[in-house]
Nanobody
Framework: QVLLVESGGGLVQTGGSLRLSCTASGRAFVSRAVGWFRQAPGKEREFVAS????????YYADFVQGRFTSSRDNAENTAYLQMDGLKPEDTAVYYC???????????????WGQGTQVTVSS
């Protein structure tokens, strides 16, 4: 059974930082891209970032604007999303997921974590 577990969410003030982690069981990460998505109340799930298995390429949504960094440690089966310069509009539940490619389309992702809440106060 494949299991993805996110952690690292919390409450921060505007301008603060958080580092989200996504740890996988089994071989969920092997040869798979990892994507990060978020969903705010009343809104659709949206792409945040993704990274290839080889870590040579990362992709980001336009709203990230250089504030977030996606990385991964394949030996530890863990992916990270470093978020700096957080804004109130970044408040959402953040999810990690795996796919065969670092696509922005959530429908292409097979396995999902349970999500971690990020709240940014103004």
């Amino acid at each position: 059974q494949v299991l993805l577990v996110e952690s690292g969410g919390g409450l921060v003030q505007t301008g603060g930082s958080l580092r989200l982690s996504c740890t996988a069981s089994g071989r969920a990460f092997v040869s798979r891209a990892v994507g990060w998505f978020r969903q705010a109340p009343g809104k659709e799930r949206e792409f945040v970032a993704s990274i290839t298995w080889s870590r040579d390429t990362a992709y980001y949504a336009d709203f990230v604007q250089g504030r977030f960094t996606s990385s991964r440690d394949n030996a530890e089966n863990t992916a990270y999303l470093q978020m700096d310069g957080l804004k109130p509009e970044d408040t959402a539940v953040y999810y990690c997921a795996t796919s065969t490619s670092p696509t922005t389309d959530p429908r292409q992702y097979t396995y999902w974590g349970q999500g971690t809440q990020v709240t940014v106060s103004s």
